[in-house]
């Protein structure tokens, strides 16, 4: 509700019409104030509650800035030691997101292809990193996955597949560039998605 725009920045959340509104107790409703919070979608104050808020552009940067140095190493090293196993299982993965037309699932291939790329490198604590920074990112994923253009979409699965092609010919330096332009495209997008967001809830916005 918050991603898709339905409750705007600034809407303060109240424990108690939320538990009422999902029929559920207020110890769920604590609890999901609490995971908001810490992916950076609510602010909570001792004295004014709990209020939405938007993942800031500048943790959207810092993140990718990082994972735009890792991830694309990650890939070069997996080009070197990924089996046929591995390739044909980022394949499938390919294939699967291909024809997928819920976001929700299309969001769980995705992820599961990148973990699957990282493992391949051979470097634990690499892909324990990636991993992290990603899930530190999850917000602004979701935020992409909830407004996704069948544009972005179709870029997107190109950019997956020209990445298996670089690790199949076994080409790493290829395979970590293409790595680095599916990121900057990823980053533009949500970038992009947050400006929006931004000055559609800005006071006065649509007035005259």
Do not use: W
């Amino acid at each position: 509700m918050i991603l898709s725009g339905e409750l705007p920045s600034g809407t303060k959340l109240r424990q108690v019409e939320v538990s009422e509104r999902f029929g559920v107790s207020t110890t769920p409703v604590r609890e999901a104030f609490t995971a908001l919070s810490r992916d950076g979608l609510v602010q909570q104050d001792a004295h004014r509650g709990v209020t939405v808020i938007l993942p800031r552009q500048a943790d959207l940067l810092e993140n990718y800035e990082i994972r735009r140095l890792l991830e694309p190493y990650a890939t070069q090293c997996a080009a070197k030691s990924i089996d046929a196993g591995g390739l044909a299982a980022l394949q499938r993965l390919v294939d699967a997101q291909s024809t997928e037309d819920d976001p929700q699932r299309s969001s769980t291939i995705n992820r599961e292809f990148h973990r699957q790329l990282y493992d391949s490198a051979e470097r634990p604590r690499l892909a324990e990193l990636i991993e992290n920074l990603r899930n530190s990112a999850e917000v602004f994923l979701r935020l992409l996955s909830s407004h996704l253009t069948p544009s972005y979409q179709a870029q997107a699965l190109r950019e997956h597949q020209e990445i298996v092609d670089a690790l199949r010919a076994g080409a790493a330096k290829r395979a970590a560039k293409a790595m680095e332009a599916h990121l900057a495209h990823n980053l533009s997008q949500i970038s992009g998605l947050l400006e929006e967001l931004v000055g559609e809830h800005q006071p006065g916005h649509g007035t005259r």
